[in-house]
């Protein structure tokens, strides 16, 4: 396979992490998520077809990408998705970020299909919360798929959205449930996105949160890298890792790796700045590879260095989350 020059930024950050949202449409409606109402989900005919992500992919490959996160909307409802996985997978880790409600079916295929790991999306351990925020009864679903895939030797990782009044006070649960499955859980900032309701006083900063997770267990800090998003800490005395990510009260832009297609197959290369290029419709029109290539460093090179204040961020004509893919 023929490299070419790698992806880098005007602030020369490299961009090796490729995020690819195999569809909008998902079997849950968190509140965080999406919209209360008003969602048109994308006419079939208008996201990528499988060859056209696989090429996409491909290419992206070739550009530098060490690695893929397929994502949603929720991913396992696409068809093809575990073809797409088997794919992918023979060239770079593949991970997928899912709701969880398919891993009792799907774990030992994903796994011997390649898959790396998968982040299962679980914002509430009670069953009253979770379907309140979901609008889904799916926890015992979710719990039971945590399991299975852990059986299946794939990575878990769950990612819980903290937001005050409504789970804060499960910080310290979150630990113990990491500590008793030897897996692990990241807490994430509440983000401003289109039609999510967000307000400041909704958000648990970063700080708050791990002293709440100091207060149920000893952390020992992990070293990290300057492209993650995580800071995280091992449990003592445990195989559990806790991490958290601060997304709104301390920016992590100045080691950013990544770059996303929507469900639709346009570049998006901040969560909060608009999709850029239809790399689908130029693979549509025939363009050539070069032109292509030269799209997605032009994408690239409007890249921020930093994403918008809390303020400008809810003042911004965004997508909601689950249009962006995460």
Known sequence: METLAPLVDR??????????????????????????????????????????????????????????????????????????????????????????????????????????????????LQRDRFADITQRDALPEVMAGIAAAQSAGLMVKVNAVVIRGFNDDEVGDFVR????????????????????????DSVVPAREIRESAHRAAALTPLPGTPSDVATDFAVEGSRAVVGFISSVTESFCSGCNRIRLTAEGKVKTCLFLPPRTSLRDLLRQGADESDIVQSIRDDLSTKWEGHPSMKSWTQRDNLSMVQIGG
């Open 11 to 124: 602030f020369g950050r490299p961009h090796d992490y490729l995020r690819v949202s195999l569809t909008d449409r998902c079997g849950f409606r968190c509140r965080y998520c999406m919209p209360d109402e008003g969602v048109e989900w994308t006419p079939q005919d208008q996201l990528m077809t499988t060859d056209e992500i696989l090429h996409l992919c491909r290419l992206f490959v070739r550009l530098g990408i060490k690695r893929i996160r397929l994502t949603g909307g929720e991913p396992t409802l696409r068809r093809d998705y575990m073809d797409i996985v088997h794919e992918l997978s023979g060239l770079v880790p593949v991970q997928i970020t899912t709701n969880g409600t398919t891993l009792v079916r799907d774990a030992l295929a994903l796994a011997d299909a390649g898959l790396a790991g998968v982040n299962v999306s679980c914002d509430s």
């Open 177 to 200: 449930f990491a500590v008793e499955r030897g897996i692990e859980v990241r807490f994430i900032e509440f983000m401003p996105f289109l039609g999510n309701n967000w307000k400041a």
